[in-house]
Structures are given as C-alpha cells and as structure tokens.
C-alpha cells in the first residue's frame, strides 16, 4: 500500500506565497509522474501541474510563471511553490501520484488534500 500525505496549505495573501509538499511512502519500487490538482468549491477538480520521472514540468495556463512545481526523488517528495497568490487560487489542493510497485505494476494514488486559502 502506498499512501500520499500533503502539508503546508494554510492561509496566505493576494500577491504571497506558500509551498507545499506531498511525500509518498509505503511498498514503492519507483515513483513516476507526481501532479498537483486542485478543486474549488462548486468547481470541478482541475490539474496544477505535473512534473515526470525525468523532471520535465508542465503548468496550467493560469499558474504559469506563478507556481514552481519540484520533487525530491531520494525523499519521493514533490513540491509546489506558489508565489504572488490570488484569492482565485483558493482551493483544496490535491498530490497526485503514479508508483511502479512491483516490476510489473503500477497504480495511481491520491492524497488526502490540503486546503489553501487566499485572502485579498
């Protein structure tokens, strides 16, 4: 079983930061691609940004040059480092995660989510 905990929402304010982490644990073999998602209240859950095994990343148009999404491999980490906040950016944010755990398999996991909430 492999289990995904996030850390580091909280509040913060227009034009602010915060970063979060997500760290995977359990029976891992490899961790592949690691996402952040995010879902406002009403609003369906949409994706952040993603980063590969090999590091490549990619953003949501609306994060672009705002948020800065990272991972520790030794540590099965991933981050997200969000500057110059917007009260749109409220969210439960969610870890999203592909774990080879076994030569032969691979699933996806979710993590629990992390509220972030962006005051003007």
């Known amino acids: 079983q492999v289990q995904l905990v996030e850390s580091g929402g909280g509040l913060g304010q227009a034009g602010g930061s915060l970063r979060l982490s997500c760290a995977a644990s359990?029976?891992?073999?490899?961790?592949?691609?690691m996402d952040w998602y995010r879902q406002a209240p009403g609003k369906q859950r949409e994706l952040v940004a993603t980063?590969?095994?090999?590091?490549?990343?990619s953003y949501a148009d609306y994060v672009k040059g705002r948020f800065t999404i990272s991972r520790d491999y030794a540590k099965n980490t991933v981050y997200l480092q969000m500057v110059n906040l917007k009260p749109d950016d409220s969210a439960v944010y969610y870890c999203?995660?592909?774990?080879?755990?076994?030569?032969?398999?691979?699933?996806?996991?979710w993590g629990p989510g992390t509220p972030v909430t962006v005051s003007s």
């Open positions: 999203f995660a592909y774990v080879r755990t076994s030569w032969s398999t691979t699933k996806y996991y």
């Open positions: 359990g029976s891992i073999f490899s961790v592949n691609a």
């Open positions: 980063i590969t095994r090999s590091g490549s990343t």
